[in-house]
Nanobody, 127 residues
Framework: QVQLVESGGGLVQAGDSLRLSCAAS????????IAWFRQTPGKEREFVAV????????YIADSVKGRFTISRDYAKNTAYLDMNRLSPEDTAVYYC????????????????????WGQGTQVTVSS
């Protein structure tokens, strides 16, 4: 499986921007669909965004649409989550996940679909 390592989290103020990175190693990065999820204590992991292996198709959760963007750089084996106009409600641990399988969007938004996970990076947004 591919190994994934997130970075870029931190403490920011409401309205700020952050870029999270997901660096991949191991199996060919280009064969994986990459997604971002987030989780707060006591809640299930929430889908944020997914980018298909081809890089041409993306899907963003309604809760962050218009503020968050997902992308990938094949040369750097890295996927990104650009987060703008952050609010305290975006505070969470953000995880990137990978899967070589693809399915309908409804499936791709489920954390159960992904087999490779990073350790997570904390994002805290103060008001």
């Amino acid at each position: 499986q591919v190994q994934l390592v997130e970075s870029g989290g931190g403490l920011v103020q409401a309205g700020d921007s952050l870029r999270l990175s997901c660096a991949a190693s191991g199996r060919p990065f280009g064969s994986y669909h990459i997604a971002w999820f987030r989780q707060t204590p006591g809640k299930e992991r929430e889908f944020v965004a997914v980018i298909y292996w081809s890089g041409g198709a993306t899907y963003i959760a309604d809760s962050v649409k218009g503020r968050f963007t997902i992308s990938r750089d094949y040369a750097k084996n890295t996927a990104y989550l650009d987060m703008n106009r952050l609010s305290p409600e975006d505070t969470a641990v953000y995880y990137c996940a990978g899967s070589v399988r693809a399915g309908p969007i409804a499936t791709m938004t489920s954390s159960n679909f992904f087999t490779s996970w990073g350790q997570g990076t904390q994002v805290t947004v103060s008001s």
